[in-house]
């Protein structure tokens, strides 16, 4: 059964740091690219950052570069989001999700996996 499964998410504060973990099982994320994706109430689904299959390179929307880092695993079988400074803006569900590309795509629909969402809240 192929799924992807976050986790990490969680309350912090203005500024404060949070990892989150995807992990898939049921195939291989060498081969795919992996995106993060957040949406938060009332605003459509945004991409946040994506890391390639054919090479590790890394992507990030203008909002989050220099804040957010993304990485792989392989031998896990899982990506990682660093995120740090976080603001208030940040918070929303935040989804991963794997594209059979070997490049980047922001585009929803070139994703095939989607996980179930971890909530991220940024506040005091």
């Known amino acids: 059964q192929v799924q992807l499964v976050e986790s990490g998410g969680g309350l912090v504060q203005p500024g404060g740091s949070l990892r989150l973990s995807c992990a898939a099982s049921?195939?291989?994320?060498?081969?795919?690219?992996i995106g993060w994706f957040r949406q938060a109430p009332g605003k459509e689904r945004e991409g946040v950052s994506c890391i390639s299959s054919s090479d590790g390179s890394p992507y990030y929307a203008d909002s989050v570069q220099g804040r957010f880092t993304i990485s792989r695993d392989n031998g896990k079988n899982t990506v990682y989001l660093q995120m740090n400074s976080l603001k208030p803006e940040d918070t929303a569900v935040y989804y991963c999700a794997a594209a059979p590309l070997g490049g980047s795509s922001w585009w929803p629909e070139d994703y095939h996996f989607w996980g179930q969402g971890t909530q991220v809240t940024v506040s005091s």
């Open positions: 049921g195939f291989t994320l060498d081969y795919y690219t």
